[in-house]
């Protein structure tokens, strides 16, 4: 077994860490060192739209264990890769050496402010959610431009805490993961729950500076004490400039988390499977995702075969008290094959299923095990 000597692992967060802790557990003894960005070490980012924007106490139960895994670190962004050398540069001036070298650096929220216009609120770090539950307390409207699952949780946090919201898309709620099926019903939950929401015909722009609302195509203008922008994230591949190893969709990476460069790997959020012939490449953001490619790179990084696919299409939300769970690929086809309990209580089980495609399974509302729907999708599948 061919072990390297230093691993080096670029961003400190679910990808990256359940790497280290895979490497450890398969007994690898050797230097480990992460390069991370942020202060706060490696956390969790679903509960900062679920629980941190309503409940500051809730982050001491963010941080993700680690004092088990012997790890070096070095807290400042990764500014370069020299990989014929084989060295991460850092923004405090190190030079840091690799035999195999992980790049878990994740993605960034996708912003709409023009360049140098201030005031534009997003939610990807745990500064971002602590920013936004300040602003929050203080606010009575608010617009959240996005009606993805980010959108609609920051809009639940928004409700819960008294504030009126708007949410602003180029296209109904949820409609471009789970179709017009759920999106219907989840338009008709947020209604129900006083959110407004807008279907613009084309993209919005913020307006004010600082932001003050966003300007739709018509003309018209929407003005509230706070704005959040929710609309999608972009891959952390700046560090790479000149390296060849990532493009616009993010870093490129094989059934082994492998990418171009020989003893580069990458995992969750920054990474893209090679898309099959006729496929689009694409990311799959998923928590889930990060840490099935965590264990595939690492066991990847030490020779040793993978021990799953790279890939765990599982996703969870709450939208103002209705969870949903989804165990399959996105986006769905058309409306679901077949439904199990009662939609409109938001209490079923949805599928769908198409010939020679790998079926997806969606609790609405009801509280099933994400096992057990792992279990329905296996009977379920062609
Ligand atoms: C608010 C929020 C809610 C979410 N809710 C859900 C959910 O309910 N279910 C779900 O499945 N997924 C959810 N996600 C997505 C999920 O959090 C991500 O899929 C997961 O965090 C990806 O992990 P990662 O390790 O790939 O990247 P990230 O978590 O993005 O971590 C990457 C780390 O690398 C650091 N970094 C970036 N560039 C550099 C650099 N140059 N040098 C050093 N460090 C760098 C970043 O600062 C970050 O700490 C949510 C995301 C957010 C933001």
């Known amino acids: 077994m061919n072990r390297p000597g230093a691993v080096v692992i ?5 990808a990256g860490l359940t790497a280290a802790r895979e490497l450890r557990r398969r007994g690898y003894a050797g230097s480990l060192t992460m390069i991370g960005r942020e202060p706060e070490g490696a956390y969790a980012r ?15 139960h963010l941080a993700y264990p680690h004092a088990d895994l012997d790890l070096a670190y070095i807290r400042s962004a990764a500014v370069g890769l020299d990989a014929s050398s084989r060295i991460v540069s850092t923004a405090d001036g190190r030079f840091v050496p690799y035999d195999a070298l992980l790049i878990a650096t994740g993605a960034d929220a996708r912003r709409l402010a023009r360049t140098a216009q201030a005031g534009e609120l997003v939610l990807r ?15 009575r409207s608010a617009i959240v431009v996005g009606a993805g699952f980010l959108g609609l949780e920051v809009a639940s946090a928004c409700v819960a805490q008294g504030v009126e919201v708007t949410v602003v898309d180029s296209e109904p709620p949820l409609l471009r993961h789970l179709g017009p099926f759920v999106s219907e019903r ?26 003050t609302g966003v300007a739709l195509s018509d003309g018209s203008t929407q003005s509230a004490d706070l704005v ?14 000149g390296t060849g190893l990532a493009d616009s969709v993010g870093v490129a990476i094989d059934e082994r988390c492998s990418t171009s460069i020989p003893g580069v790997y990458a995992a969750g959020d920054v990474a893209y499977l090679i898309p099959g012939t006729g496929e689009r490449a694409s990311r799959a953001p998923f928590w889930s995702n990060a840490v099935a ?8 990084i030490l020779g040793e075969p993978r021990p799953h696919p790279p890939r765990d299409d599982y996703f969870w939300t709450e939208i ?7 165990v399959g690929p996105l986006p ?26 790998n079926p997806t399974v969606v609790a609405y509302g009801r509280k099933v095990p994400v096992g057990r729907l792992r279990r329905a999708l296996v009977r379920a599948a062609p």
């Open 320 to 326: 103002l008290g209705l969870p949903v769970k989804v």
């Open 228 to 241: 959040i922008t929710c609309a999608g994230d972009v891959p952390a591949v700046a560090w790479l400039s």
């Open 46 to 60: 679903p509960p900062l739209s679920k629980e941190v924007l309503r409940e500051a106490t809730y982050e001491a």
């Open 10 to 14: 670029v961003g400190e967060s679910i």
């Open 125 to 139: 770090t745990l500064a971002d959610a602590r920013l936004i539950r300040r602003r929050i307390e203080r606010a």
């Open 332 to 357: 769905v086809n058309g409306d679901p094959t077949s439904i199990e309990g009662d939609v409109d209580a938001g209490d079923a089980v949805l599928r769908w299923e198409s010939p020679g495609a």
């Open 186 to 211: 989840v338009g008709a939950h947020l209604t129900r729950h006083g959110v407004r929401l807008i279907q613009a015909a084309e993209h919005v722009h913020l307006v004010g500076d600082p932001v």
């Open 293 to 300: 490619q965590g264990k595939v790179a690492a066991a990847s």
